[in-house]
Nanobody
Framework: QVQLVESGGGLVQAGGSLRLACAAS????????MGWFRQAPGKEREFVAA????????GYADSVKGRFTISRDDNKNTVYLQMGSLEPEDTAVYYC??????????????????WGKGTLVTVSS
């Protein structure tokens, strides 16, 4: 069982930056592929980014590629999402998730074992 707690959300102007963090409980964090997802008002939840257990493989949604960066610090049991050049369309609740799969493919399909409760990011124009 893994518990995930997101932080770092808030209100930011368009063009600004934010860094989200997701702290995981337990001593097996390094065995999980981690992902970030988001759900905008009135829309379905969508994949944003994922990082493999080793950290060597990452994947991004086309809409955030080049603007967002996912990283992990296994010593701190934490995964990060650095968001830059934010746009009003990035406004959403952002969720962290963990998956026991070795690869990021399941994350890219939105199939994860554990989910956090989310943190709200609002980008004003």
């Amino acid at each position: 069982q893994v518990q995930l707690v997101e932080s770092g959300g808030g209100l930011v102007q368009a063009g600004g930056s934010l860094r989200l963090a997701c702290a995981a409980s337990g001593r097996t964090f390094s065995t999980y592929t981690m992902g970030w997802f988001r759900q905008a008002p009135g829309k379905e939840r969508e994949f944003v980014a994922a990082i493999s257990r080793s950290g060597r493989s990452t994947g991004y949604a086309d809409s955030v590629k080049g603007r967002f960066t996912i990283s992990r610090d296994d010593n701190k049991n934490t995964v990060y999402l650095q968001m830059g050049s934010l746009e009003p369309e990035d406004t959403a609740v952002y969720y962290c998730a963990a998956d026991s799969s070795l690869f990021i493919a399941r994350a890219q399909r939105g199939v994860m074992d554990y989910w956090g409760k989310g943190t709200l990011v609002t980008v004003s124009s």
